[in-house]
C-alpha cells in the first residue's frame, strides 16, 4: 500500500467555494488510482487549502494527469467550483503540482495535466500522448470558429458570455459590472431627461454646466484646450489614435495645396523646404470614402473622408495647417486654412475629429485590439493543449478576452446596441468599414518598430506613445525571447511542433482569412520568427489595447473634441460658418450623453483587473521560467518609474503605457 497527498486550493474570487460533491483519480504511466471522494458534507471554502489521502495498492508510476469529478449535494444543480490547482505528493518524495484554475460544473469533469511544459514531440509516453491528442480534440468540439460578417476576422461560436465553456468564465464580476455600471449610468440620464432629448446644445459651455461630474485633469485639460491648433495636432501623436499620423514627403494629387496656402503656417517657408528638412506630416481618412453616414434617432447623420496637412515647427509642435474634408477635390470641397474664420476652421476640425471616431474605434480599437485579440485566444484554446510553453506564456493574455467581446458584440454593435444607436458610424458603415480595415491590414503594421519606421516617425519630438511603446515592446519581446528559447532550441524544435504549426496556420486563416499580401506567416520556420510574432500578441492585447482604449473618456468625454455623430453635411464654401451652424451639426443632447456614457463605460477598470506581468496563476513548476517571469516584473517596474519621471514634466502627462496601467489582456 502506497499513500498519495493531495492538497486542493480552492479559489479567491467570488462565489469559488461549493458544497458539490468533489471526487478525484490519478493517473500514472502504470496504473490509476480508484476514484475517490474528497469530501462528504463540509465543501469547498472560497480560498480554502485542503490536504487528503488517496491509498493505492501500488505506486502509479510517473503521473500524467489528474481527474476531478463533481456531484450535485442534495439536488444543488448550480453550485460550481473554482479550483486553483492540486498538488500532489507522491510516495516517491516528488510535489508535482496541476495547475486548474477553472470552474468545474455538476455533473462535470475536468483533466489536469502536470505543470511542467512540455512540446508534442517530447511527450514521449504513449498515454500523455493520447491525453494530449484528446485534449485537443475535445477543446475543438468546445471552441468553434464562426463567420461574424464576411470579410472580417472570425469569432468564437457562443452567443453569451455565460454560455462559454467554464476554463474561460473566469469571473462574474466582469459581466455583473460591466451591465450595472452600464444600467446605473443610463438611469440616471433617463431620470434628468437627458437621454431622451432630441434639442441641440445652445452652446459649448452648456455642456460643461450639465455633464460629467467625475471629472479628471486630463478631461479638464482638454476641456480648456480642445480646439487650440496645439492640442489638435498633438493628438494625432498621443492621443486616442497615435495610428494615423505619418511624414509626408510628397503631396497626395487629391490634395492641391499651394504655397501660397501656408506660407502664413510655414513662416514664409515653402512646402518642398519643410518637406526635405522632414517637417511635414499627413492624416488621411482614405478608408471612409464614400461611406454613408448612420440613421440616428431618425435623423441622417454625415461622415467625411480628411485630408490633413501637418507642420512640425521649430519648437517640436505639431500643427494643424490645411484640412481637405472629403477626398476629391473641386470647388464644393474646400482647402480649409488656419487663417480662415474661427468658425469654418473650428468646425473643419470637428469633422476630423468626428473622422477620428470613427476610424479609431472601428479599425484601430475594435479590429486590431479586440478581434484579433480574440483570434488569438480562440486559435490558442483549439490548438495548444494546457501542457505546451505557448499556451502557458499566453494563458495570462488571453483572459476576459471572449467574454468581453461577446459582450461588446450583444450590447454595443448589435442591431440595438450603443454605437449602432448613437453613433455616424453605427450599423451598416460599421460593418463596410470594418470589412475596408481587414482587407488593408498587415503584419508590420501589428509591429510596432516596423509601423513606426513604415510611418516615418522615427524622430518626431514629443512623441510619447512611440517612446514608451519601444520600450514596453523591447520589455516583452526581451522575455519573450528568454522563455521561448527555453524550449525551442533550435529552429528544427518549431518546425516539429505540430500544434504550434496548426495554431499559427489557423490565425493566418481565421484571423486573416488566408490573405498572402497581409504579410502574415501561415507557418513558422525559426525560433526569430515565431518570437516576434508572439511579441506582437502579447503587446497587440495588452500594451497597444491600453494605448487606444483607456482613454477614451478622457479624450471622448467632452463631446466637441470627439463627437460620435455630427448632424449636418461638411460645408461647400467658406465663410458662411457660425457658431450655431456649429452647434446644429454637433450631436443632440440625446447622442451627446449616451455616447459619452458608453466611453465612461468602456474607460472604466474592472475591480478585477490584472496588470502586465501580474500573474496569479501558478501554472509553472520549473525554476527557469519563474525566474524570468520575475527579470520582467522588474523591466516593468523600471519602465514605470522612468514614465512616471517623465510626466512630471509634462503639463499633460502621457500615461496610458506605464505598465501600471496595462491590463495583461484585451480586459474591458
Same mark, same amino acid.
Given at each position: 500500500?502506497?499513500?498519495?497527498?493531495?492538497?486542493?486550493?480552492?479559489?479567491?474570487?467570488?462565489?469559488?467555494?461549493?458544497?458539490?460533491?468533489?471526487?478525484?483519480?490519478?493517473?500514472?504511466?502504470?496504473?490509476?488510482?480508484?476514484?475517490?471522494?474528497?469530501?462528504?458534507?463540509?465543501?469547498?471554502?472560497?480560498?480554502?487549502?485542503?490536504?487528503?489521502?488517496?491509498?493505492?495498492?501500488?505506486?502509479?508510476?510517473?503521473?500524467?494527469?489528474?481527474?476531478?469529478?463533481?456531484?450535485?449535494?442534495?439536488?444543488?444543480?448550480?453550485?460550481?467550483?473554482?479550483?486553483?490547482?492540486?498538488?500532489?505528493?507522491?510516495?516517491?518524495?516528488?510535489?508535482?503540482?496541476?495547475?486548474?484554475?477553472?470552474?468545474?460544473?455538476?455533473?462535470?469533469?475536468?483533466?489536469?495535466?502536470?505543470?511542467?511544459?512540455?512540446?508534442?514531440?517530447?511527450?514521449?509516453?504513449?498515454?500523455?500522448?493520447?491525453?494530449?491528442?484528446?485534449?485537443?480534440?475535445?477543446?475543438?468540439?468546445?471552441?468553434?470558429?464562426?463567420?461574424?460578417?464576411?470579410?472580417?476576422?472570425?469569432?468564437?461560436?457562443?452567443?453569451?458570455?455565460?454560455?462559454?465553456?467554464?476554463?474561460?468564465?473566469?469571473?462574474?464580476?466582469?459581466?455583473?459590472?460591466?451591465?450595472?455600471?452600464?444600467?446605473?449610468?443610463?438611469?440616471?440620464?433617463?431620470?434628468?431627461?437627458?437621454?431622451?432629448?432630441?434639442?441641440?446644445?445652445?452652446?459649448?459651455?452648456?455642456?460643461?454646466?450639465?455633464?460629467?461630474?467625475?471629472?479628471?485633469?486630463?478631461?479638464?485639460?482638454?476641456?480648456?484646450?480642445?480646439?487650440?491648433?496645439?492640442?489638435?495636432?498633438?493628438?494625432?501623436?498621443?492621443?486616442?489614435?497615435?495610428?494615423?499620423?505619418?511624414?509626408?514627403?510628397?503631396?497626395?494629387?487629391?490634395?492641391?495645396?499651394?504655397?501660397?496656402?501656408?506660407?502664413?503656417?510655414?513662416?514664409?517657408?515653402?512646402?518642398?523646404?519643410?518637406?526635405?528638412?522632414?517637417?511635414?506630416?499627413?492624416?488621411?481618412?482614405?478608408? +471612409?470614402?464614400?461611406? =454613408?453616414?448612420? /440613421?440616428?434617432?431618425? !435623423?441622417?447623420?454625415?461622415?467625411?473622408? @480628411? #485630408?490633413?496637412? $501637418?507642420?512640425?515647427?521649430?519648437?517640436?509642435?505639431?500643427?494643424?495647417?490645411?484640412?481637405?474634408?472629403?477626398?476629391?477635390?473641386?470647388?464644393?470641397?474646400?482647402?480649409?486654412?488656419?487663417?480662415?474664420?474661427?468658425?469654418?476652421?473650428?468646425?473643419?476640425?470637428?469633422?476630423?475629429?468626428?473622422?477620428?471616431?470613427?476610424?479609431?474605434?472601428?479599425?484601430?480599437?475594435?479590429?486590431?485590439?479586440? +478581434?484579433?485579440?480574440? =483570434?488569438?485566444? /480562440?486559435?490558442?484554446? !483549439?490548438?495548444?493543449?494546457?501542457?505546451? @510553453? #505557448?499556451?502557458? $506564456?499566453?494563458?495570462?493574455?488571453?483572459?476576459?478576452?471572449?467574454?468581453?467581446?461577446?459582450?461588446?458584440?450583444?450590447?454595443?454593435?448589435?442591431?440595438?446596441?450603443?454605437?449602432?444607436?448613437?453613433?455616424?458610424?453605427?450599423?451598416?458603415?460599421?460593418?463596410?468599414?470594418?470589412?475596408?480595415?481587414?482587407?488593408?491590414?498587415?503584419?508590420?503594421?501589428?509591429?510596432?518598430?516596423?509601423?513606426?519606421?513604415?510611418?516615418?516617425?522615427?524622430?518626431?519630438?514629443?512623441?510619447?506613445?512611440?517612446?514608451?511603446?519601444?520600450?514596453?515592446?523591447?520589455?516583452?519581446?526581451?522575455?519573450?525571447?528568454?522563455?521561448?528559447?527555453?524550449?525551442?532550441?533550435?529552429?528544427?524544435?518549431?518546425?516539429?511542433?505540430?500544434?504550434?504549426?496548426?495554431?499559427?496556420?489557423?490565425?493566418?486563416?481565421?484571423?486573416?482569412?488566408?490573405?498572402?499580401?497581409?504579410?502574415?506567416?501561415?507557418?513558422?520556420?525559426?525560433?526569430?520568427?515565431?518570437?516576434?510574432?508572439?511579441?506582437?500578441?502579447?503587446?497587440?492585447?495588452?500594451?497597444?489595447?491600453?494605448?487606444?482604449?483607456?482613454?477614451?473618456?478622457?479624450?471622448?468625454?467632452?463631446?466637441?473634441?470627439?463627437?460620435?455623430?455630427?448632424?449636418?453635411?461638411?460645408?461647400?464654401?467658406?465663410?458662411?460658418?457660425?457658431?450655431?451652424?456649429?452647434?446644429?451639426?454637433?450631436?443632440?443632447?440625446?447622442?451627446?450623453?449616451?455616447?459619452?456614457?458608453?466611453?465612461?463605460?468602456?474607460?472604466?477598470?474592472?475591480?478585477?483587473?490584472?496588470?502586465?506581468?501580474?500573474?496569479?496563476?501558478?501554472?509553472?513548476?520549473?525554476?527557469?521560467?519563474?525566474?524570468?517571469?520575475?527579470?520582467?516584473?522588474?523591466?516593468?517596474?523600471?519602465?514605470?518609474?522612468?514614465?512616471?519621471?517623465?510626466?512630471?514634466?509634462?503639463?499633460?502627462?502621457?500615461?496610458?503605457?506605464?505598465?501600471?496601467?496595462?491590463?495583461?489582456?484585451?480586459?474591458?
Amino acid at each position: 500500500m502506497v499513500i498519495y497527498t493531495v492538497t486542493t486550493h480552492t479559489g479567491q474570487r467570488l462565489l469559488a467555494g461549493t458544497k458539490s460533491l468533489i471526487s478525484i483519480q490519478l493517473r500514472g504511466t502504470e496504473a490509476e488510482s480508484e476514484e475517490q471522494n474528497l469530501q462528504r458534507f463540509q465543501g469547498f471554502c472560497q480560498g480554502s487549502v485542503r490536504a487528503f489521502k488517496i491509498n493505492c495498492k501500488a505506486s502509479l508510476g510517473e503521473l500524467i494527469s489528474v481527474k476531478l469529478f463533481s456531484k450535485p449535494f442534495m439536488g444543488l444543480l448550480y453550485d460550481q467550483w473554482f479550483c486553483d490547482k492540486i498538488l500532489v505528493n507522491t510516495p516517491e518524495g516528488d510535489k508535482i503540482l496541476f495547475p486548474c484554475y477553472s470552474w468545474l460544473g455538476c455533473n462535470e469533469s475536468l483533466v489536469l495535466r502536470p505543470a511542467k511544459a512540455s512540446l508534442v514531440f517530447q511527450d514521449i509516453n504513449p498515454i500523455a500522448q493520447r491525453q494530449r491528442t484528446r485534449q485537443r480534440e475535445e477543446q475543438q468540439k468546445l471552441f468553434r470558429w464562426r463567420v461574424y460578417a464576411e470579410g472580417t476576422p472570425q469569432v468564437i461560436d457562443y452567443d453569451t458570455a455565460l454560455a462559454l465553456p467554464a476554463e474561460v468564465q473566469f469571473s462574474f464580476t466582469k459581466e455583473t459590472e460591466f451591465y450595472s455600471i452600464g444600467g446605473m449610468q443610463f438611469a440616471a440620464l433617463k431620470l434628468t431627461g437627458l437621454a431622451d432629448s432630441r434639442r441641440s446644445w445652445k452652446s459649448i459651455s452648456q455642456l460643461a454646466m450639465i455633464l460629467y461630474e467625475n471629472r479628471n485633469k486630463t478631461f479638464e485639460y482638454i476641456r480648456e484646450h480642445w480646439d487650440e491648433d496645439e492640442f489638435f495636432g498633438y493628438q494625432f501623436l498621443n492621443g486616442l489614435n497615435p495610428m494615423m499620423i505619418q511624414h509626408c514627403s510628397k503631396l497626395p494629387e487629391n490634395f492641391p495645396i499651394t504655397d501660397d496656402m501656408v506660407k502664413d503656417s510655414l513662416r514664409g517657408s515653402s512646402l518642398e523646404q519643410e518637406m526635405k528638412k522632414g517637417n511635414i506630416f499627413l492624416s488621411d481618412y482614405k478608408i +471612409l470614402d464614400e461611406l =454613408v453616414g448612420n /440613421v440616428v434617432s431618425g !435623423r441622417q447623420q454625415y461622415l467625411t473622408a @480628411p #485630408l490633413v496637412l $501637418l507642420y512640425c515647427d521649430p519648437h517640436g509642435m505639431m500643427l494643424p495647417i490645411a484640412i481637405q474634408l472629403k477626398q476629391k477635390p473641386s470647388k464644393e470641397n474646400p482647402i480649409f486654412l488656419p487663417t480662415d474664420s474661427k468658425a469654418d476652421w473650428k468646425l473643419a476640425k470637428i469633422f476630423v475629429r468626428n473622422a477620428e471616431f470613427a476610424v479609431h474605434e472601428v479599425d484601430f480599437h475594435l479590429l486590431r485590439t479586440h +478581434l484579433l485579440a480574440e =483570434v488569438f485566444t /480562440v486559435a490558442t484554446l !483549439r490548438n495548444l493543449p494546457s501542457p505546451h @510553453p #505557448l499556451y502557458k $506564456l499566453l494563458f495570462p493574455h488571453i483572459r476576459y478576452t471572449l467574454q468581453i467581446n461577446i459582450m461588446a458584440r450583444n450590447q454595443l454593435i448589435s442591431k440595438n446596441g450603443a454605437i449602432t444607436m448613437y453613433a455616424g458610424i453605427g450599423g451598416e458603415p460599421l460593418a463596410k468599414l470594418l470589412k475596408r480595415a481587414t482587407a488593408s491590414l498587415t503584419y508590420s503594421a501589428l509591429c510596432l518598430p516596423d509601423n513606426i519606421s513604415e510611418r516615418g516617425l522615427e524622430n518626431v519630438p514629443h512623441y510619447y506613445y512611440r517612446d514608451d511603446g519601444m520600450k514596453l515592446w523591447n520589455i516583452i519581446n526581451k522575455f519573450v525571447v528568454a522563455f521561448l528559447s527555453h524550449y525551442y532550441q533550435c529552429d528544427a524544435h518549431v518546425q516539429k511542433d505540430t500544434e504550434l504549426q496548426d495554431w499559427i496556420s489557423e490565425i493566418f486563416t481565421n484571423g486573416f482569412l488566408g490573405r498572402d499580401g497581409s504579410g502574415m506567416p501561415s507557418s513558422f520556420q525559426t525560433v526569430t520568427e515565431l518570437v516576434k510574432f508572439v511579441t506582437m500578441v502579447i503587446f497587440t492585447a495588452s500594451a497597444q489595447h491600453s494605448a487606444v482604449n483607456n482613454g477614451q473618456f478622457d479624450f471622448g468625454g467632452w463631446m466637441p473634441n470627439y463627437p460620435t455623430a455630427l448632424r449636418k453635411p461638411p460645408p461647400k464654401e467658406k465663410g458662411q460658418t457660425t457658431e450655431d451652424t456649429i452647434l446644429e451639426t454637433l450631436p443632440d443632447v440625446s447622442t451627446t450623453v449616451n455616447g459619452t456614457a458608453v466611453l465612461r463605460l468602456l474607460s472604466k477598470d474592472s475591480t478585477d483587473h490584472y496588470p502586465l506581468g501580474h500573474f496569479p496563476e501558478n501554472l509553472y513548476d520549473e525554476d527557469i521560467p519563474c525566474k524570468l517571469i520575475e527579470e520582467f516584473q522588474k523591466d516593468l517596474r523600471e519602465l514605470s518609474d522612468l514614465i512616471e519621471e517623465r510626466n512630471k514634466k509634462l503639463e499633460l502627462p502621457y500615461t496610458y503605457l506605464n505598465p501600471k496601467n496595462v491590463d495583461n489582456s484585451v480586459a474591458i
